[in-house]
């Protein structure tokens, strides 16, 4: 190693690149690569979101109708064909509950569970959830189980 071919250390020297408006010397001075004029020439300038260049924003053309109730109340609903198929699978006896559905992954921890009245249920289950159509409860009753209203 001699004078002729040191260098620094891998990684120590950054290349800062061009610094912008620092005079007409630096090459990039005077409107320092903004352009002329507008509002994206000047200082503190943000682009809206949504904004189209002054035409009218989207969001602002499409016509808006209708409301969101804030206290309805969702329920997520489970069939009868699919509480036949769990039996056709012994994966459940005779009973079902909010923690087998959420254990099985047909409804999640915090949902209210509402039994349909779809499909046709040939097996005597206990069935325990939040709400039950009417259907289902009567389905659910002729097969000589029992539904629970949590």
Partial sequence: MDLSNLKPAE?????QGKRIGRGQGSGK??????????????SGYSKKLGF?????PLQRRVPKFGFTN?????YQGVNLDTLQKLVDEKKIKDSVDFESLLSMGLVGKSELVKI???????????VT???????????????GGE???L
């Fill in 11 to 15: 990684g120590s020297v950054k290349n």
């Fill in 29 to 42: 001075g005077g409107t320092a690569t903004r352009g002329h004029k507008g509002a994206k020439s000047r």
């Fill in 52 to 56: 189209e260049g002054g035409q009218m």
């Fill in 70 to 74: 804030i206290n309805r109340v969702d």
């Fill in 116 to 126: 349909l009245g779809r499909g046709e249920l040939k097996s005597k289950l206990t």
């Fill in 129 to 143: 959830a939040h709400k039950f159509t009417a259907t289902a409860k009567a389905a659910i009753e002729a097969a």
């Fill in 147 to 149: 539904a629970v209203t």
